[in-house]
């Protein structure tokens, strides 16, 4: 997961966007635009963060560092 790329697609795409390639990638189809990653898993990981941070923005009236505090939070709550 590289922030890096979380970022840019948050900036440059729609939630509708994300969404369609979430789908893309899920039916290991390549989305409409470029995803970076190292394989279509991390792909799919910048895609998912970005629709996560996106709806944490818009439901909670946030700046992006908070919801990006938000995704990295319960990241590691998940792993441990």
Request: aromatic content about 6%; overall charge negative.
């Amino acid at each position: 997961m590289k922030m890096p790329v979380i970022k840019r697609l948050v900036e440059t795409q729609t939630l509708e966007t994300l969404v369609a390639a979430e789908q893309a990638l899920l039916e290991e189809q390549a989305p409409a635009f470029e995803v970076e990653g190292e394989d279509e898993g991390e792909q799919l990981t910048h895609v998912f963060a970005a629709i996560f941070i996106l709806n944490h923005m818009q439901d909670h009236g946030t700046d992006f560092k908070t919801a990006l505090r938000e995704y990295t939070a319960k990241v590691r709550v998940s792993i441990s």
